[in-house]
């Protein structure tokens, strides 16, 4: 029986005979049809391309079936094949002996020619998933939805553009730097800013980044919770109306799944928990980026963007759970406090930039995100740079800490009452 439950629930934990069976959310894994038909305008990207690439070739394919079907219901007189037949249609229509031909060698495996090509192995492609869907169409989508500010209207705005707690924040990296600065560089400093220096030449894409200088960056994890990379984030709900994919940040930070109750985790399990799989953290609200020297800035910003709206939602999922008979799908904009709870870190060629992400009542009554940029740390110019960079981001990885263990013991405080 306890197997049973397991296989269920992709190993969390027994479903209760009055719980209701957990969602299963399903991601396109490409924007589909409706996505670019409900755009306002579509932009000219490469995404928008291979749709239309993908569209022309739906309707070839059509129109050939079409004819394929008219040619199977003329019966042609054995005695004049050519007699009362209206071939007008078929004018410029390739020989479809030549196509027959063709079909049977592709079915084979051979080339044109009537060889089989020698075998060729690709080359991966790790950034794939920065620089298909992260583009001016989706932030678009994102703002016609209702779910992001737009970052190039001036305004006047009817929300409140900066997080009421935005002090708080820079008042924290402001400690750092002050801390730092007064500090001499010694000749083991000089020596760590050296070795920094050397992992960073010949990053052109995001895998030795990942592997050489995140593992720099990243120092004690055990401070900034549990740590988690590479992984899509299928189990959370959609952030509009379903066409987008499923995010997939470099790393991100949350908290272990015994730290929420039975009954606010199952309530909430399509909003905290990434991943079927229960080791995943959940209520994750610090995400990474981490590009290479030749990956598109643009298209990886948005994507951290996207990945901290997911996580920001969760968050105060968590804060309002129950509160004044909030369930898991209401998006009250009454219950908003206007503070941010979400760090998203992006690093790129020895730069590190931080944003934070609040919730504001949207244009069309749910909840939108706004992102904030903080300061932005170049640490390959001296030692003190660069130490000042690692500080701050470990120090704001303390913060979003702080939120998300808030956040679940007033989730869980509420459980209790």
């Given at each position: 029986m306890a197997s049973s439950h397991y296989k269920l629930l992709g190993g969390w934990r027994p479903i209760q005979a009055n719980q209701e069976k957990r969602r299963i959310v399903r991601h396109p894994t490409t924007p589909p049809a409706r996505f670019w038909d409900r755009l306002a305008s579509v932009p000219l990207t490469y995404s928008a391309l291979r749709e239309l690439d993908t569209r022309k070739s739906a309707?070839?394919?059509?129109?050939?079936?079409?004819?394929?079907?008219?040619?199977?219901?003329?019966?042609?007189?054995?005695?004049?094949?050519?007699?009362?037949?209206?071939?007008?249609?078929?004018?410029?229509?390739?020989?479809?002996?030549?196509?027959?031909?063709?079909?049977?060698?592709?079915?084979?495996?051979?080339?044109?020619?009537?060889?089989?090509?020698?075998?060729?192995?690709?080359?991966?492609?790790?950034?794939?998933?920065?620089?298909?869907?992260?583009?001016?169409?989706?932030?678009?989508?994102?703002?016609?939805?209702g779910v992001y500010a737009d970052p190039d209207d001036p305004g006047p705005h009817n929300y409140e553009p900066l997080p009421k707690n935005l002090d708080e924040i820079f008042d924290i990296l402001d400690e750092v730097i002050g801390g730092l600065d007064d500090e001499s560089e010694s000749e083991q400093d000089e020596a760590d800013y050296a070795e920094f220096l050397d992992l960073l030449k010949n990053k052109e894409t995001s895998v030795p980044v990942l592997r050489d200088v995140v593992p720099?960056?990243?120092?004690?994890?055990?401070?900034?919770?549990?740590?988690?990379?590479?992984?899509?984030?299928?189990?959370?709900?959609?952030?509009?109306?379903?066409?987008?994919?499923?995010?997939?940040?470099?790393?991100?930070?949350?908290?272990?799944?015994?730290?929420?109750?039975?009954?606010?985790?199952?309530?909430l399990f399509n909003y905290?928990?990434?991943?079927?799989?229960?080791?995943?953290?959940?209520?994750?609200?610090?995400?990474?980026?981490?590009?290479?020297?030749?990956?598109?800035?643009?298209?990886?910003?948005?994507?951290?963007?996207?990945?901290?709206?997911l996580g920001e939602r969760g968050i105060l999922k968590l804060r309002f759970h129950g509160v004044d008979g909030n369930t898991a799908h209401d998006e009250k904009p009454a219950l908003l406090d206007g503070k941010a709870h979400t760090v998203v870190a992006s690093y790129k060629s020895g730069q590190l930039e931080f944003r934070v992400l609040h919730a504001v009542p949207g244009p069309k009554g749910g909840w939108m995100?706004?992102?904030?940029?903080?300061?932005?740390?170049v640490m390959n110019t001296s030692a003190k740079n660069m130490f000042i960079g690692l500080e701050a981001y470990r120090a704001l990885r303390r913060w979003a800490k702080k939120q998300r263990d808030e956040a679940i013991a007033l989730a869980n405080g509420d459980a209790a009452g």
């Open positions: 309707k070839s394919r059509h129109k050939r079936k079409r004819i394929a079907a008219l040619r199977a219901k003329v019966k042609i007189s054995t005695r004049n094949p050519m007699q009362d037949l209206d071939l007008s249609h078929l004018r410029a229509f390739p020989n479809p002996l030549y196509h027959d031909t063709e079909d049977r060698a592709k079915k084979l495996g051979l080339g044109p020619d009537g060889v089989k090509p020698r075998a060729r192995k690709r080359a991966p492609r790790p950034e794939a998933k920065k620089i298909l869907h992260y583009d001016a169409a989706f932030q678009q989508h994102l703002i016609q939805q720099r960056i990243e120092g004690r994890v055990a401070d900034g919770g549990i740590a988690e990379a590479n992984l899509r984030l299928t189990s959370l709900e959609h952030l509009t109306d379903g066409t987008l994919p499923a995010g997939h940040p470099d790393r991100f930070y949350g908290a272990n799944a015994n730290s929420v109750k039975d009954d606010v985790l199952n309530a905290i928990a990434p991943n079927a799989h229960p080791l995943t953290p959940i209520a994750p609200n610090f995400f990474l980026e981490a590009l290479g020297d030749d990956d598109d800035e643009d298209a990886s910003l948005l994507q951290a963007i996207y990945h901290g709206m995100y706004v992102s904030t940029q903080l300061y932005s740390f």
